[in-house]
């Protein structure tokens, strides 16, 4: 290749990465645009609830009662099984519809929070005994009463359990 021929590809390809990143610029720029009003778009979220042992929270769509605790739960295939150091803890819970709407209940709404304040996933799984899984129904007025499994330190105490709302999910389109 002659040295021109180096320049000419050269300058094309110089040209070619200030028109991407001139174009990469554009659209980041451009992301807000023709939304009016995010927050007529995404409605607020509730407070999140800490519910202990034989505790009841009350949330404006729903009551939350916490029954009863089972720490060092273990799955009858020991699949899966807690990290060391961890523990599974099946937490039976009751959910009460209180709207006129149906309302869903889902097992990612909950973390563990144990008296140290260590907060813990929970595992979405349907193996435990009577689980609530993820996507039921809870009619208007209606009443579910299942188990989550979450996750905690091994010998943690004051195991509760912690409601995240989860944000309604609406789609806007423009």
Known sequence: MTLKSLLIIGGILATGAVLIIIGIFNFIGTANQGVANNKEATPPVEAAGVIGLGETATFS???????????????????????????YVLVNTTIKNTSTQPIEASPLSFL???????????????????????????????????????????????????????????????
């Open 61 to 87: 769509d729903r009551t939350i009662t916490v029954n009863d605790l089972q720490p060092g739960f273990t799955f009858p295939s020991n699949v899966p099984h807690a990290l060391r150091n961890h523990q």
């Open 112 to 174: 563990s929070e144990d008296s140290d304040g260590v907060r813990l996933g929970v595992l979405p799984l349907d193996k435990q005994p009577d689980p609530i899984t993820v996507g039921t129904i809870i009619a208007p007025e209606g009443e579910l009463t299942g188990n989550v499994i979450v996750e905690t330190v091994q010998g943690a105490t004051g195991i509760k359990l912690l409601y995240l709302p989860l944000a309604p999910r609406t789609l806007v389109v423009e």
